[in-house]
């Protein structure tokens, strides 16, 4: 009888102990948006049964969260689309299309470490380009165009290409000194005591035919920037349109107008937070 005594009154604290748990795990299912695992569990509770105010605990939780999860959910699945589109985008080399989809996204849905990592990412592979778009203008000897992707790259702030940087910099300095030792070691022109000096004028390069060195070099120029322009890469393609223009002002210039509106068309309709997509802003 006492052992008896003693069940009766250890095994309803129990119980009572028991089902109370079963509550907090039904709230806690809510806290991480399963709510039709929490669901499933206060219809069980209901079959206990389990008090009204457990009951409603559990309803006000289910209630409360299922405007967040939804939109927690839609905005999952509106960031699997967006890394799918960035990952083309990326393998492709369309960087710029790759920042306004996540610029899109970021609009519409906020940013996290995920968007930032992204970024990071887009960031890397975009100082990546410039620095090999650098190195093709080092052996073109082309000190403007290799200083104006140096000082672009360098803006990024990319960590882990602040040793490549360095090096390009170097090799930069090295150019600057060899054009410099060169244009010093020019001979001087012969001249008489009673000769006229004319003044300098720049002397303009001299017409292009086809077959010449040149022009195939602006030609390859042009097929590049076409490249360019198709995958996105806008200033890419105004940087490569610009020298072929100096070549083959006829067939370039056109060409370096479009790339020219089309970038000022993509940067209006970033800034607007909208999508831009097949040239055009949606």
């Not at 300095?173 to 009673?194: D, K, V, Y």
């Not at 300098?200 to 390069?205: I, T």
């Not at 200033?235 to 070549?247: D, I, K, L, W």
């Amino acid at each position: 009888m006492l052992l008896l005594g003693l069940w009766y009154l250890v095994k309803p604290k129990d119980a009572a102990h028991r089902l109370e748990s079963r509550v907090d795990d039904a709230v806690a299912l809510t806290e991480s948006c399963r709510l039709d695992e929490a669901r499933d569990e206060l219809a069980a509770l209901r079959k206990v049964p389990a008090s009204a105010a457990q009951i409603r605990r559990v309803q006000q939780a289910i209630s409360s969260t299922t405007a967040a999860c939804g939109k927690k959910g839609q905005r999952a699945r509106a960031w699997s689309d967006a890394r799918a589109a960035m990952e083309t985008s990326l393998a492709a080399g369309a960087l710029d299309k790759a920042t306004s989809r996540l610029g899109t996204f970021e609009k519409k849905w906020g940013a996290d470490d995920t968007t930032q990592e992204w970024r990071d990412r887009i960031a890397a592979r975009r100082a990546e380009k410039l620095l090999d778009e650098a190195n093709v203008c080092l052996a073109k000897k082309d000190r403007a165009c290799m200083e104006t992707k140096l000082d672009a790259a360098e803006k990024l702030k990319r960590p882990e290409s602040a040793a490549r940087i360095e090096t390009l910099r170097g090799a930069l300095s090295r150019l600057l000194e060899t054009t410099l030792l060169e244009g010093a070691g020019r001979p001087a022109p012969a001249s008489s005591a009673n000769a006229v000096v004319a003044p300098l004028r720049p002397s303009a390069p001299p017409p292009l035919t086809t077959g010449t060195a040149d022009a195939d070099e602006a030609r390859k120029l042009k097929t590049e920037a076409e490249h360019e322009l198709a995958q996105g890469n806008y200033r890419a393609a105004m940087g490569r349109a610009a020298q072929c223009a100096t070549m083959l002002p006829g067939e370039c210039q056109p060409l370096r107008e479009k790339a020219t509106r089309l970038d000022r068309e993509f940067q209006t309709c970033m800034k607007a937070g909208r999508e831009w997509v097949s040239e055009r802003c949606e």
